[in-house]
């Protein structure tokens, strides 16, 4: 079973940007799609990003095209999330799992965007 756990939150100022990290452990396997998914206050989770085994296939949300870019480093087990000109209306928390998504979830990181 992989465990993950995700760094790199923080708060912002609109138009900042932000990179998470999600450092897999355990029973990585490099064919895992991974994502990225968010929960802001008082909503469900939702799909942000996802990524292909290869790194070489990628999908984005609608609302952070353009925005954000999600990679990975296979060799080191990790997923990144490049966040730059961030909105307030990105404030929430940010998860990573597989894709499709594991059962388990990490803690998250926090994401807070000041107008």
């Known amino acids: 079973q992989v465990q993950l756990v995700e760094s790199g939150g923080g708060l912002v100022q609109a138009g900042g940007s932000l990179r998470l990290s999600c450092a897999g452990s355990?029973?990585?396997?490099?064919?895992?799609?991974m994502a990225w998914f968010r929960q802001a206050p008082g909503k469900g989770r939702e799909f942000v990003a996802r990524?292909?085994?290869?790194?070489?296939?990628?999908v984005y949300v609608d609302s952070v095209k353009g925005r954000f870019t999600i990679s990975r480093d296979s060799a080191k087990n990790t997923l990144y999330l490049q966040m730059n000109s961030l909105k307030p209306e990105d404030t929430a928390i940010y998860y990573c799992?597989?894709?499709?998504?594991?059962?388990?979830w990490g803690q998250g990181t926090q994401v807070t965007v000041s107008s």
């Open positions: 990524i292909n085994y290869s790194g070489d296939g990628t």
């Open positions: 355990g029973r990585t396997d490099r064919t895992y799609g």
């Open positions: 799992n597989t894709y499709p998504p594991g059962a388990r």
